[in-house]
């Protein structure tokens, strides 16, 4: 198992493009792998044969390092390959298995049977049931009685329940009855009524870094209010004398990616090795994009010397990359600014969580229609329904401090009321 990326230590396979006993060339794409950012093709750097596949399709969790596959040089070589080569070290263990009398393995299968420990879960349905501990089989290990052992000897219905459970206390009316038949039934429907649902290695990682990120990253949390009608009437400009679509998501990448380049104490890191703050020396947008695996973040590089035109089309394609798991390491790799964008949908503000080792993200909720007293062109003031957008900026206090995130505020802002500022 290859390292795909800078922060995978293990893998899933995706699919096996190479079947047993293909020829292998230079760069030929063996199979698929599942990292912890993307599902990327792992090429060959050497010409053979593919002898035999140790990890088939599906295989999950596949340390680096692991062996996945067997390759020789020659086609004659596959045949030396022994049959019962296993994936790991799991061969070792079939064969000491073997090795050993059926005896003892007899009683290595009865000692792990028997109940040392009982998970939490597994506790609390003995306890729902009035079930007797004697009468289960644990199949964790080191004898670790686990939930699905119980949930498997209900179902089997090979389990004794205690004397004292048994006994029925003596009833004057058949309506306690009911009510004591119904009862258990309605506890271990509640018991079992929940899915487990399986994690992708994306969402592992996702789940570890922004813990780490709420964990270790100081945020300091600004918000604004936009007026948004000079960039929406921008937006219908250039479709309607021009015939250029573009979203108002791209525009707003436009806007924070020229703010950056006037601030660029914003457009920084925190080194800690260093224990400062380092400026980068591009402003490189990520951008959060949804996908059924989970959240990806792909760069818009150098964001502030494209047109707008230009990062419509770069986030068009790199958003169908990210939901189809095709993103290359050097397109999801890096940023120095994230914006995460629920517009779309009825959101109306929140605060995001800083992507490390990046020191800021914007938050932009949706646009809403507001009535707010405005001076119209002799100086009067007058009501007006003009509509505002609300901006939420998660820092890293130790790069920002109120007068960086004043100063970035009051450039952003300055870009949505005059457009023609992303024009220069």
């Not at 002898?51 to 020659?74: F, H, M, N, W, Y």
């Not at 029925?168 to 487990?196: F, G, I, L, V, W």
């Not at 646009?367 to 998660?394: C, H, Q």
Request: aromatic fraction near 4%; charge should be negative; glycine fraction near 6%.
């Amino acid at each position: 198992m290859p390292a795909l990326s800078p922060t995978m230590n293990q893998g899933n396979i995706a699919k096996w493009r190479k079947q047993e006993g293909d020829k292998i060339e230079v760069g030929d794409v063996i199979c698929e792998i599942e990292t912890d950012k993307a599902t990327l093709e792992f090429e060959s750097l050497e010409e053979g044969y593919l002898a035999k596949i140790l990890a088939p399709e599906g295989s999950k969790d596949v340390q680096v390092g692991q062996p996945i596959a067997v390759t020789v040089e020659e086609l004659d070589d596959i045949k030396n390959i022994p049959a019962d080569t296993s994936f790991g070290g799991e061969q070792k263990e079939e064969q000491s298995a073997e090795s050993a009398p059926k005896t003892d393995a007899a009683n290595a299968s009865e000692q792990s049977s028997v109940v040392s420990r009982i998970s939490p879960a597994a506790k609390l349905l003995i306890k729902v049931h009035g079930l007797d501990v004697s009468s289960l089989r644990a199949s964790g290990p080191r004898g670790t009685l686990l939930k699905g052992d119980v949930l498997a000897a209900l179902k089997s219905g090979s389990i004794s329940i205690p004397a004292k459970e048994q006994k029925a206390p003596a009833t004057p009316s058949s309506q306690p009855t009911r009510n004591a038949q119904a009862q258990p039934a309605t506890t271990s429907q509640k018991a079992d009524t929940y899915e487990d649902i399986p994690n992708s290695q994306i969402r592992k990682v996702i789940a570890k870094r922004l813990l780490e990120s709420k964990q270790t990253t100081p945020h300091l949390y600004l918000s604004k209010d936009v007026v948004l009608d000079p960039l929406l009437a921008f937006r219908s400009e250039l479709k309607e004398q021009h015939g250029i679509k573009v979203s108002v998501n791209d525009i707003i990448i436009k806007a924070v990616a020229i703010a950056l380049r006037n601030v660029p104490e914003a457009n920084a890191y925190w080194n800690s090795e260093k224990e400062e703050a380092q400026k980068c020396d591009s402003v490189d947008i990520s951008i959060a994009v949804a996908t059924e695996k989970g959240l990806m973040t792909p760069i818009i590089r150098n964001a502030d010397q494209k047109t707008i035109s230009a990062i419509s089309s770069e986030v068009k394609q790199l958003a169908e990359k990210a939901r189809a798991g095709k993103l290359a390491p050097n397109e999801f790799q890096g940023g120095t600014f994230s914006i995460s964008n629920l517009g779309m949908y009825p959101v109306d503000h929140f605060c995001a969580i800083i992507n490390p080792p990046q020191s800021g993200i914007l938050a932009v909720g949706r646009g809403n229609k507001v009535v707010e007293p405005v001076v119209d062109s002799d100086g009067n003031e007058k009501a007006a329904a003009v509509t505002k957008m609300s901006l939420t900026l998660s820092a890293d206090h130790r790069v920002f401090d109120g007068q960086v995130g004043g100063k970035f505020f009051t450039e952003l802002a300055s870009n949505f009321s005059d457009i023609r500022r992303l024009l220069l």
